[in-house]
């Protein structure tokens, strides 16, 4: 029974991919926002997570990570790690 309910209760729960710890883009905008910088970008930034693709503003608690040269932005925590098990899949081609 318990099962059930907790089965029941998952099923009824909203899903989210990820949640944003920055502030995200209003659809459609800031399209041309970069997916990775020379440095690390300041406060205020509008930068394209590497991993997820979202549009969002950098905040004091966004976490980046460096990898070629290049520093790169993540929309939420969870990115991160996803983009240090494989940077070649996400980073630029730069």
């Known amino acids: 029974m318990r099962a059930l309910l907790l089965a ?3 099923a009824a729960a909203p899903v989210f991919a990820h949640e944003h710890a920055s502030q995200p883009a209003k659809k459609g905008e800031h399209q041309d ?11 205020g930034t509008w930068a394209r997570c590497a991993v997820s693709g ?3 503003r950098v905040a004091p608690d966004t976490e980046f ?9 993540f ?12 940077p ?3 980073a630029d081609a730069k």
């Open 8 to 10: 029941a209760a998952l």
């Open 33 to 43: 926002a970069p997916k990775s910088f020379e440095k690390q970008p300041s406060v």
């Open 54 to 56: 979202d549009v969002f």
């Open 65 to 73: 990570a460096s990898w070629r040269g290049r520093v790169y932005a």
């Open 75 to 86: 929309c939420c925590p969870d990115c991160k790690p996803d983009f240090l098990k494989n």
């Open 88 to 90: 070649e899949k996400y």
